[in-house]
């Protein structure tokens, strides 16, 4: 089953692939000690991103370097940019410390979505871990916003600690509400924590979904979608209908340096959403 859309920027005029656009910081958010979100406005030109859920954007820190961010905000609002941000290397340590006000470049949207129109009219299940929950935000958006599309949607989140939950306000928000099922869980409990403790995927067998009409989208570290994928296998849920997003070191976004190939598929062109299927033969191997 093939994503929905690969490097779409027909809604973009004069779109250049390897020229940064320029885009100023209009809101920073530190959502936990070591991530962030920032919202970005263009500096001058066309005012709306277009964007489809699962896409990503090479984002440049003038004089320090550029990484692939996935696109955290809103497909329905494409007045608003946003991305989250785990401070882990130097450019993203650069980039926490920027401030409302300072600008940095932009190139994108590059990259395949997830399969939002083939999963309508099933359930759907969405497993994440660590910060995997901010590349299937806009997920979730564009679900709650078109909900009669839709079956069941269940949303599984674990992170090491309670601290490290992102999108606090929006997971309570979306927890007391009944569009969605949503389970918590973190590795490390504190002692005000009542909530579930363990793996993520202790979380599959509590969930509610029709595993013959069901479609997977999972992301987190590699380790953790592995045996997310076996999980889902038990449950009965068909490879063709798992979908993960790949992390590699995506240096161009539009498949030309080879950077981030495994085996024959180049994860900034090809994903970095990949239906299993089409990948299990590499997936979890290391790069070199």
């Known amino acids: 089953m093939a994503t929905d859309q690969k490097n779409n920027h027909s809604k973009t005029p004069f779109f250049d692939p390897m020229l940064p656009r320029s885009f100023r910081i209009v809101r920073f958010q530190q959502e936990t000690a070591e991530t962030f979100s920032i919202e970005l ?18 984002l440049y820190v003038f004089g320090t370097g550029e990484i692939p961010i996935s696109v955290s905000g809103d497909p329905t609002k494409p007045e608003v940019l946003i991305h989250t ?8 340590r650069s980039m926490n410390n920027l401030k409302v ?43 709650l916003a078109h909900r009669e599309k839709f079956g069941k949607i269940v949303l ?8 490290d939950i992102i999108f606090h306000k929006e997971l309570e928000k979306w927890y007391a509400g009944a569009e969605l099922e949503v389970h918590i869980t973190v590795d490390t409990a504190l002692p005000s924590w009542r909530g ?18 069901c479609t997977a989208m999972v992301c987190g ?11 889902l296998q038990k449950r ?16 161009c976004g539009i498949g030309l340096c ?4 495994i085996g024959p598929r180049i994860v900034c062109k090809d994903g970095p959403v990949f239906c299993y299927e089409e990948i299990k033969g590499v997936f979890t191997k290391r790069e070199f």
Not at 42 to 58: C, D, T
Not at 85 to 92: D, E, L, M, Q
Not at 156 to 163: A, E, F, V, Y
Request: a positive charge; aromatic letters at 8%.
């Open 41 to 58: 406005k263009p500096v001058s030109g066309q005012k709306e991103f277009f964007f489809e859920p699962g896409q990503f954007n090479m």
């Open 85 to 92: 941000i785990r401070a882990a290397g130097n450019v993203t």
């Open 101 to 143: 006000g300072d600008s940095i470049g932009v190139r994108g949207p590059f990259g395949a979505s997830w399969p939002i129109k083939a999963a309508e009219g099933n359930d759907v299940i969405i497993v994440t871990g660590g910060i995997g929950l901010a590349p299937l935000r806009p997920v979730i958006y564009h679900m």
């Open 156 to 163: 599984l989140c674990g992170t090491r600690t309670p601290k």
């Open 196 to 213: 579930n403790v363990g793996v993520v995927t202790t979380l599959i067998g509590k969930a509610h979904f029709d595993h013959s009409r």
């Open 221 to 231: 570290p590699e380790i953790m979608m592995h045996f997310t994928v076996q999980e």
């Open 236 to 251: 009965g849920v068909d490879n063709k209908n798992i979908h993960v997003s790949m992390e590699r070191n995506m240096q």
């Open 258 to 261: 080879g950077h981030c190939q």
